[in-house]
């Protein structure tokens, strides 16, 4: 298994306020009235969020025809769409996106909207939007079966060619790559009770709004409205890609119960071993994973780097704050010979750095990481959350701007902790950090020290040596556990009072 629908009920338009659909998607036997066309604006998608809310939650479509109903992963791979019959295909504009099938674990309908001057107009789902191979049975064209999510394309890597640059499918997640990168973390519109025993709950984009892109503008703006039962809500995306893509996201959340364990900015990530963490792995590669640690930029301005793990029981981590300036799953090991795998190329996956705008108040970063025996499942998941509930009845405003980028948003000299690496015995645990950055560089050791502290068991042997060959400094320790079954460990290069380096922070479990 691999990892990774509410009309507005408007007047009627003039039919001439907008292109017909069947003309955008190249289509002939869609019928005249596909192409009635509603008012809208952001005002309309907000009252529906709001009357949502005001209403018993009522689950998504999920019911399929006999045909679709138990596809297989390889079965709804054979589901392709056809790339000649793209929105907005060959109008001279930055971008063109594709519909996606519902089937597999991608049952949820949603419905699509394209705006242009103020008007809105349904894509309707058609058949020959798609090519059934290798003896897949096509639906029945007289079923409006809606889809399950879209495709954006637009020549981020070379001038002439759309090159997939995000995808919106499965719940409310969605993911983007910047220039010359492949899918790895995904975001999600909102996540609750995550990490909670009794379950958690996932919120799902019912109905999308896409805005025509304006010539020669490089960004793309898409409406979105959510809904679950413990809450409903409504968001604007701005997509712009480029050697970092970033996306601007602002949302309005309309809670029909309290909501106190609400998910903003969320993230999700594959961690599976690194040199930090390999018990149990027999494999060629260093390292499989997504993310490589999770980093914090905290109200007061400190920086934070934590290593993740693959543990082997569920692990939760709160990092308490107040108007956190930034946070994001980071994968900064860039070296092919990091991972050596030819096929899923995890040295140019994505990093995804949150960047609240506006103060978020008092809450915590947390940090979830669940066990997992195989690379295909996302097991680790970043989000912030406000201390105090999201309360029934109340509307909540949060904009903040998503970074699909190289190494973090964070452009701050200060030498950053790159490599954990780990081992020795059960009792005596060798620590190997590197340490980087252009500040780090030829840098003189006269009064630099390296204090590190436990929170259980001993630490010994601090050395901090120059590594030409990383260009940095090498940070060693060796950890006494005293059959502690848990140990928080910090690391912090310093001059005197001066911190050269972020904060390096580690969970040790027997």
Do not use: C
Request: proline share 6%; aromatic share 12%.
């Amino acid at each position: 298994m691999d990892r990774r629908t509410l009309l507005i009920g408007a007047s009627v338009a003039p039919l001439a306020l907008m292109s017909g659909v069947r003309d955008l998607l190249g289509l002939s036997n869609v019928a005249q009235a596909q192409d009635a066309t509603t008012r809208f604006d952001a005002q309309v998608v907000r009252q529906m969020a709001r009357d949502l809310a005001s209403k018993p939650y009522k689950a998504a479509d999920q019911s399929l025809p006999p045909e679709l109903d138990k596809l297989s992963y390889d079965d709804y791979r054979n589901i392709r769409f056809n790339a000649d019959r793209a929105l907005w295909r060959g109008r001279g504009l930055m971008f063109e996106v594709q519909p996606m099938h519902r089937g597999f674990l991608f049952r949820d309908r949603v419905d699509f909207f394209v705006v242009d001057e103020g008007q809105a107009q349904k894509i309707p789902y058609v058949p020959d939007l798609f090519r059934f191979e290798h003896g897949l049975k096509r639906p029945d064209p007289k079923l409006d079966l809606g889809f399950s999510g879209f495709r954006l394309h637009g020549p981020i890597n070379q001038p002439d060619y759309f090159d997939e640059i995000a995808v919106f499918q499965g719940a409310s997640y969605f993911r983007a790559v910047g220039k010359d990168q492949v899918y790895g973390s995904s975001a999600r519109g909102l996540s609750i009770k995550t990490g909670d025993p009794g379950g958690e709950e996932f919120p799902v984009f019912r109905t999308y709004w896409l805005e025509r892109p304006r010539h020669g503008v490089n960004s793309i703006v898409v409406h979105a409205l959510l809904d679950s039962p413990s809450a409903s809500a409504v968001y604007r995306f701005t997509i712009q890609p480029g050697q970092s893509t970033i996306m601007t996201v602002e949302m309005t959340v309309y809670p029909r119960v309290d909501v106190d364990q609400a998910g903003l900015g969320s993230l999700t990530s594959m961690f599976f071993f690194g040199p930090n963490d390999r018990d149990g792995v027999d494999d060629f590669r260093p390292a499989v994973h997504d993310a490589q640690g999770l980093a914090i930029v905290n109200g007061r301005g400190e920086r934070i780097w934590r290593p993740l793990t693959n543990p082997n029981r569920l692990q939760l981590s709160a990092f308490m704050d107040v108007n956190v300036r930034g946070f994001g799953l980071l994968q900064r090991q860039r070296s092919f010979f990091d991972y050596q795998d030819l096929e899923a190329r995890y040295e140019r996956r994505p990093s995804v750095w949150v960047e609240p705008i506006g103060d978020w108040g008092e809450g915590a970063v947390h940090l979830v990481e669940i066990p997992t025996p195989q690379e295909v499942h996302d097991n680790v998941v970043a989000f912030w959350r406000p201390k105090e509930p999201l309360r029934k009845g109340g509307e909540f405003h949060f904009t903040y701007r998503l970074h699909w980028s190289w190494d973090g948003f964070d452009r701050d000299p200060i030498g950053r902790f790159g490599a954990t690496r780990v081992g020795g015995t059960a009792q005596q645990r060798l620590f190997v950090l590197d340490v980087v950055g252009q500040t780090m560089k030829d840098l003189a050791l006269d009064g630099v020290e390296a204090k590190v502290w436990t929170s259980a068991g001993n630490v010994s042997n601090v050395v901090l040596q120059p590594n030409p060959d990383i260009g940095g400094l090498r940070l060693s320790f060796t950890f006494d556990t005293g059959g502690a079954p848990l140990s928080e460990l910090r690391a912090l290069v310093v001059r005197g009072d001066q911190p050269l380096t972020e904060t390096w922070m580690y969970r040790w479990t027997a």
